[in-house]
């Protein structure tokens, strides 16, 4: 490991144990129930995770789209809207706990899988389809004879809620372990499915299923983070696209939707063409005649 | 030198845009939904609800 992805291991580290540090909870099997933990996380984080001190940007949605008092949440979107713009998927490769769950399962060293890019590119939209699908129309629309909807992301798909707060609060409480159904199994079922994944194929959850990391996505190239490819330095060697584990077209978009700014692309760049960072003023703009034409790429 | 990006300055107008809504958000009193569902364990995200 460099010593780069060391420090992103350690920053990951520490912004999971600051999102979950109410260490009773996890010992006595509850939840934080302090007045401030209406504020969001960045990262995709269940609120009833016993360490969690805030809320799950993704949880907070439903909710409040799912409340028959509102149509619309400015507060969540705003947040969303926040986080995007400021750090955009920054936030996956360096803030999200479940990010780290996925990167630590695939540092055990067994075979590595990329899926084929005929199928790896069209399957990367089904994250945006579960985001407007179940995470926005469904709870807008789908509601209880109160007018109140369930938070079908969380209750249906979400692996993070089984395993931050299923495992732990179950195995702690006789009352929960009654309540057992087949949706807890279902829900076990798909936590292990991406479990088993992760240790073969580099996060597949971000990659093909977090509504959140398509959210954060959809604003990263006119957000602050900016990553830079130089192309009077670059010399069209291409060990940036074969080291992104997200199979970015590095040289192409590295500011596209795909980017979580591991930053091991510009670790592996000889020539130092790679910068990053927070911008204030404009980027640079691609000039016309882009960089792939003169320099081979395809 | 090298062109600017307009698109480099859409940033600002959607980050206050961000703080509006945050703002209109919490008089609204959305957050209080927000902090209900938070502070209760949530039956359907742990999967036996
Ligand atoms: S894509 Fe989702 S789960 Fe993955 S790091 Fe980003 S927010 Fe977390
Ligand atoms: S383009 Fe670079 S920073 Fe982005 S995911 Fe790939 S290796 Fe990481």
């Known amino acids: 490991m460099g010593k780069s992805e060391k420090k992103r291991t350690l920053i990951q580290i520490l912004a999971a144990v600051v999102c979950n540090g109410y260490a009773a909870g996890f010992l006595q099997g509850k939840i934080y129930q302090g007045d401030q933990k209406f504020l969001c996380v960045p990262g995709l984080n269940c609120y009833s995770c016993p360490g969690a001190l805030g809320a799950c940007p993704i949880g907070a949605l439903q909710a409040v789209l799912g409340d028959r008092r509102y149509k619309f949440t400015y507060y969540v979107f705003g947040v969303l809207l926040f986080f995007s713009v400021v750090l955009g998927r920054l936030v996956c490769g360096f803030l999200c706990p479940f990010g780290l769950v996925q990167d630590l399962l695939h540092k055990i060293p067994l075979p590595k899988w990329e899926l084929p890019r005929k199928i790896d590119r069209p399957l990367r939209y089904l994250k945006y389809v579960i985001l407007a699908v179940t995470v926005v129309l469904l709870p807008l629309t789908l509601t209880n004879a109160f007018g109140i909807a369930p938070p079908y992301f969380c209750e249906y798909l979400c692996p993070v809620g089984a395993l931050e707060g299923g495992i732990p609060l179950v195995s702690q409480s006789e009352s929960l372990r009654q309540m057992i159904g087949g949706l807890f199994y279902w829900k076990m079922f798909l936590l292990v499915l991406v479990v088993i994944a992760s240790l073969v194929i580099y996060r597949p959850f971000c990659k093909y299923l977090c509504p959140l990391g398509a959210f954060y996505g959809l604003f990263q190239r006119v957000g602050f983070y900016q990553m830079e490819v130089d192309r009077a330095k670059c010399d069209g060697c291409g060990r940036c696209e074969k080291t992104c584990p997200m199979q970015v077209d590095v040289r192409k978009n590295i500011n596209g939707a795909e980017c979580i700014r591991c930053g091991r692309c510009k670790d592996v760049c000889h020539t130092s063409a790679i910068s990053s960072g927070f911008r204030l003023g404009p980027g640079k703009a691609e000039p016309k005649g882009s960089m792939a034409k003169e320099k081979n790429i395809v | ?49």
């Open chain 2, 1 to 49: 030198m090298h062109n600017t990006d307009i698109r480099g300055y859409f940033k600002y107008p959607l980050l206050i845009l961000s703080m509006i809504f945050i703002f209109v958000g919490l008089l609204r009193q959305e957050h209080l939904v927000v902090l209900k569902k938070a502070v209760n364990i949530c039956l359907e995200c742990i999967g036996v609800g």
